[in-house]
């Protein structure tokens, strides 16, 4: 990711994500100081009556897993202002949580009709993935989830040119990193969908991110052949055999180099013993 951070209402910071390209969660910073915040959101909205106060609070709440509570307060802010794109998203987001996944794609699709350019536009692919959860496991393919594969051989490929290709990896880094905040291995949407990123890592040449993708992909629950032939080939491109050099500029292998060495030795070995058995004959 690319250092983003979340700076609430009341000067605080929620998160801020460190910058390594790989989208395993946000970095929450509030941490002891949540219940100060709290306090101090509420005061602020008595005070000036801005939702944005309470619509913080609540995304606090769920970092808490107070999901109860954090639920009448988003409920409570639509009410007041009913159609607040936030507002649709963190339900859609606390409903799944809570495991109603129909009530979270309900909101979801709600605030993509809001606001369609929300979250990098990558909220589409929030709404395919609560889909894949309703309708079941056959559901849960790159195919269904992505519209696209990568192929099934040791190198992926992809049908998508550069702009598509940029524009998935982009959607994916994004609702990876919000779906990794709250949802812990094992989850096999999660991991179908780290290793679709590992190959456009793959793809695009970026072998040292694909890796740690790849490998996230496998904590998450992925058992693939597939995932295990890209994993060895990335491990193979990060860390080629090592090569010597024939005086001509020729490369060989150490492997062939030493079974020559061993050969010549067992060559050399017999002509002695033969001449040694010669030499025993015309004594006698």
Do not use: C
């Amino acid at each position: 990711m690319n250092g983003e951070k979340y700076l609430m209402k009341n000067g605080d910071y929620l998160y801020m994500d460190y910058a390594d390209n790989l989208p395993f969660g946000h970095n929450f910073i509030i941490g002891k100081f949540t219940e100060r915040s709290k306090i101090e959101l509420d005061s602020l909205y008595r005070k000036t009556k801005d939702l944005d106060y309470l619509s913080d609070k609540g995304y606090i709440l769920i970092i808490e897993k107070k999901y109860d509570e954090a639920l009448s307060l988003y409920l409570k802010i639509e009410k007041l202002k009913p159609n607040r794109y936030s507002t649709a998203s963190n339900l859609g987001t606390l409903y799944e949580l809570m495991g109603n996944n129909e009530e979270a794609l309900k909101w979801i699709n709600k605030s993509i009709a809001i606001n369609p350019k929300s979250h990098n536009g990558s909220e589409w692919l929030h709404s395919r993935i609560l889909e894949a959860k309703i309708n079941g496991t056959k559901f849960q393919t790159a195919k269904f989830l992505l519209n696209t594969d990568f192929g099934k051989e040791i190198k992926p490929v992809s049908q998508l040119d550069t702009i598509q290709l940029n524009k998935l990896d982009k959607s994916l880094n994004y609702q990876l990193n919000e779906r990794m905040s709250f949802i812990k291995p094992k989850d096999n949407i999660i991991a179908i969908l780290l290793f679709e990123l590992g190959n456009i890592k793959m793809i695009k040449g970026e072998f040292n991110t694909a890796k740690p993708i790849l490998d996230e992909a496998k904590r998450y629950g992925l058992n693939s052949p597939i995932l295990e032939k890209r994993l060895t080939y990335t491990k193979y491109v990060l860390n080629p055999k090592p090569k010597i050099k024939k005086e001509t500029g020729e490369q060989i292998d150490y492997v062939r180099t030493l079974l020559s060495i061993i050969l010549g030795i067992i060559s050399i070995s017999l002509l002695y013993l033969i001449f040694q058995s010669k030499k025993q004959q015309l004594k006698i």
